[in-house]
């Protein structure tokens, strides 16, 4: 094989890769140097604006195999058939730290998969916990930046962290979940996934069901102690990235299996609590886990940059028989992904190898042109409006799921919408679920971050939401902390 040839950018060959031009051989270097320049001002431009949230991140290619039939709850194609193989890409990541982190710390892990199904690309972009800190998107950049770092210090803080908590009871649950015992999973391989929100499926006969994603993982979940974690974190901040690459690697493909939870869409208004609050599960005994399939991982991405970080993964990318609820998280999120990804990428995302539907026969096909990088043909020729007399693309008017019923007034409301929508409850239950051993691991975890705070009526305020949650859990976390204050 002849050796290729180093080119530019503009394809002409490069003689000299190691010296810049310059006048005389000591001399000053030449503007005329096309290579130089062109070299120096591509690498200027290497970085793109990381992720606002979830910045770090590792991904492989895989498939999603139906093993259950569920024709009788949602009419979509990729899972209309048993033993139906759709490709998938899925991109975990961790939340809070921007890209310098370390992956094995305690933060909620991503878990966004994509579906390239002959119907479009269907993204289900998740999390490692069931709930979330937050019912209503209105909070949630103010959120973040109580969690990332500090525009003063430049370092993330308990006295934010814990700040926002005192001023968010909604977020018991998800604090007793993350400072418990699977805060810190042992790696991406090692937990599992949820859809955490509740969506809408739709039947064939036009009947909805309301639905909770649950991928099990197949490797048993494996978590990490604090210090464990600190030693980790120190040795390898890649640790998951090490771990997923070099597992898949070696053959040992990574596996989840998914179940649902599925409502009848009729029971919602009369379920005991609201069933759109993120900050909630739906108890297993009302409504038991079905199981769907499985997940495999079995490929790496051949480039990181091009695959996981240009991966765009949006909730509104739904396909025929899946649908949003009224959760307002969701209907938050339904707008912002797509709007970072215009940002962060580019409106010609979509056609990037990754991102692109390549499940779908001939693609993608509708009258958006132009815009920056646009690198897919643009249509050619063809007529860019609709409707044209050109055989262009038309609409089915086939809805891609059921309406949802509203009712009431247009307003911001702050009454609960359920009588049972307390923010407390369901974070003593989880509580109360936990081995001796557990709850004096979350005990000290959340008196090892709430000692810290330096205000005493922030510390008052995190108190009594664990108080309200159990009284054991609350008397004990209070006990725990002045211990460490006092020493
Ligand atoms: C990433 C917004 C809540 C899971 C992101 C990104 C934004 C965002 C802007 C970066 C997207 C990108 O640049 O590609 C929001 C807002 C939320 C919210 C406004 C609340 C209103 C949630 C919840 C979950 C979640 C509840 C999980 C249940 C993720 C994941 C990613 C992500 C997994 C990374 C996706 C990837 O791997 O590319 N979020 N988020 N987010 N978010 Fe959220």
Aim: net charge negative; aromatic share 10%.
């Amino acid at each position: 094989m002849s050796q290729r040839v180093l080119t530019t950018e503009s394809g002409a060959p490069v003689a000299d890769n190691q010296n810049s031009a310059s006048a005389g051989i000591g001399g000053p270097l030449l503007l005329q140097d096309q290579h130089l320049l062109e070299k120096l001002a591509r690498f200027n431009r290497e970085r793109i604006p990381e992720r606002v949230v979830h910045a770090r991140g590792s991904g492989a290619y895989g498939h999603f195999e139906v093993t259950d039939d569920v024709t009788g709850y949602t009419h979509a194609d990729f899972l209309n058939t048993v033993g139906k193989r759709t490709e998938v890409f899925l991109r975990f990541s961790t939340v809070a730290d921007s890209l310098g982190g370390a992956d094995a710390v305690r933060d909620p892990r991503g878990f966004a998969v994509k579906f390239y199904t002959t119907e479009g690309n269907y993204d289900l972009v998740g999390n490692n916990t069931p709930v979330f800190f937050i019912k209503d998107p209105i909070k949630f950049p103010d959120f973040i930046h109580s969690q990332k770092r500090d525009p003063f210090t430049g370092k993330q803080e308990p006295d934010n962290v814990w700040d926002f908590w005192a001023h968010a009871p909604e977020a018991t649950h998800q604090v007793t979940w993350l400072m418990g015992d699977r805060g810190i999973p042992a790696s991406y391989r090692h937990m599992n996934g949820y859809g955490s929100h509740t969506y809408q499926w739709t039947n064939s006969k036009g009947e909805a069901f309301f639905v909770k994603y649950h991928f099990k993982t197949n490797q048993g979940i494996r978590s990490l102690s604090t210090e464990q974690a600190q030693e980790l974190a120190g040795q390898d901040a890649n640790s998951h990235q090490t771990d997923l690459l070099q597992a898949i690697e070696r053959g040992v493909h990574p596996s989840w299996t998914l179940y649902v939870q599925l409502m009848p869409a009729e029971e919602a208004a009369d379920y005991r609590f609201n069933p759109f609050d993120l900050t909630k599960v739906w108890p297993h005994k009302d409504y038991p886990l079905q199981r769907v399939g499985r997940l495999v991982l079995d490929r790496n991405p051949d480039n990181v940059f091009a695959e996981v970080e240009q991966a765009a993964f949006s909730p509104n990318n739904f396909v025929p028989g899946i649908g949003p609820s009224p959760d307002k998280m969701l209907q938050g999120r339904l707008f912002a992904y797509a709007d970072a990804h215009r940002y962060r990428l580019g409106v010609n995302h979509t056609a990037l190898a990754v991102n692109a539907p390549k499940g779908v026969p001939g693609g993608a096909d509708n009258y958006g042109r132009d815009g920056f990088m646009a690198v897919n043909g643009q249509g050619r020729g063809a007529r860019n409006y609709e409707p044209n007399s050109y055989d262009g693309p038309v609409q089915t008017g086939r809805p891609l799921s059921a309406p949802l019923a509203v009712s009431g007034h247009t307003g911001t409301h702050e009454a609960p919408q359920h009588t049972k929508d307390d923010d407390f409850f369901q974070a003593g239950e989880l509580y109360r679920l936990m081995s001796a051993e557990e709850k004096s691991r979350l005990i000290a975890n959340i008196a090892g971050g709430l000692s810290q705070v330096s205000r005493d009526d922030v510390i008052e305020k995190n108190l009594a939401h664990f108080h309200a949650a159990d009284p054991e859990y609350g008397r004990r976390v209070e006990e725990a902390v002045r211990a460490l204050r006092e020493d």
